[in-house]
Nanobody, 126 residues
């Protein structure tokens, strides 16, 4: 079982940046693909980004490509999401998630991730 704790959310003006962190309490962090999802009020949870167990492959949702960057440090059991050029439509609760190594690369479906953090609020003002 993986326990995940997000941090780094907050209020930022449009065009600004934030870096989210996801700390994992697990002995074998490198055995998991990891991902970020977000959920805005009244909307379904949406894929943001994912990273393979080694960090060698990354994937992004269309709305964040070129602005957000996912990374991980397996030595620190931590994943990051660097968010640049933020827009008001990026406002949401951001969740990190862990996927047991069943596939060679991470998937982008929320229902295929096994463990979730509690979420951190990101609010972008116009």
């Amino acid at each position: 079982q993986v326990q995940l704790v997000e941090s780094g959310g907050g209020l930022v003006q449009a065009g600004g940046s934030l870096r989210l962190s996801c700390a994992a309490s697990v002995r074998t962090f490198s055995s998991y693909h990891m991902g970020w999802f977000r959920q805005a009020p009244g909307k379904e949870r949406a894929f943001v980004a994912a990273i393979s167990w080694s960090g060698g492959r990354t994937y992004y949702g269309d709305s964040v490509k070129g602005r957000f960057f996912i990374s991980r440090d397996n030595a620190k059991n931590t994943m990051y999401l660097q968010m640049n050029s933020l827009k008001p439509e990026d406002t949401a609760v951001y969740y990190c998630a862990a996927q047991v190594f069943r596939f060679s690369t991470p998937t982008q479906r929320a229902d295929e991730f096994d463990n979730w953090g509690q979420g951190t609020q990101v609010t972008v003002s116009s």
